[in-house]
Every structure is written in structure tokens, then in C-alpha cells.
């Protein structure tokens, strides 16, 4: 069960008021990161990118104790530093696979 989840907006940056309404929303809902969750809000469509959660997982269950954070950045502005963050963490691993 994920005790919390980070999204960013894809498009532009998104103030989220009662995150509470999207967790009831999500409640039970299976999710891993890289996921596009979209919502309609104010009569447009939001897309937001799973972008990371605790407890690390292949994949988490979202509740209604889960903690979601918005982050500051759209997607877009941060996708370059996840690949490569994820990069590293993959080289990391390929050195401990080869010890």
C-alpha cells in the first residue's frame, strides 16, 4: 500500500486544493511509476505522471491514508533529471549483477 505518491503535471504546473477528493478517487487503484493519470477539473483535462512513491515497489495500492504530493514542475521540466536518475540507479545495479 503506498504511503505516498508524487505526480507531476504534464503540461502545466497544477495547484491541487483538497488532495483528499483525488485520493478517494484513487482509493484502490494500482499504480507504478511512469503512469498517466488524467482528471477533468474546471472543464479541462489534466494529465498528471506518477513520478515516484513509498514503500518502493514494482507497483503500489493507493488508500485513503495515502499522501499525495503535486509537484512544482510540470513533467516536462524535470523528465530529462528522472531518466537520469533512473540511469544511474541502473548502472548501479548492472555493477552489483557483474561483483
Given at each position: ?22 485520493v ?27 513520478i515516484?512513491y ?46
Open positions: 500500500m503506498a504511503e505516498r505518491i508524487t505526480f507531476a503535471a504534464v503540461k502545466e504546473a497544477v495547484i491541487i486544493r483538497n488532495s483528499d477528493q483525488l478517494r478517487k484513487l482509493e484502490n487503484r494500482i499504480i507504478t511509476k511512469g503512469d498517466v493519470l488524467s482528471f477533468n477539473a474546471i472543464g479541462k483535462r489534466i494529465d498528471f505522471v506518477i515516484d513509498f514503500p518502493k515497489a514494482d507497483a503500489v495500492r493507493i488508500h485513503l491514508g495515502t499522501r499525495i504530493i503535486i509537484s512544482e514542475k510540470t513533467y516536462r521540466e524535470i523528465e530529462n533529471e528522472l531518466k537520469k536518475i533512473d540511469n544511474a540507479k541502473e548502472l548501479r545495479n548492472g555493477c552489483k549483477t557483474q561483483l
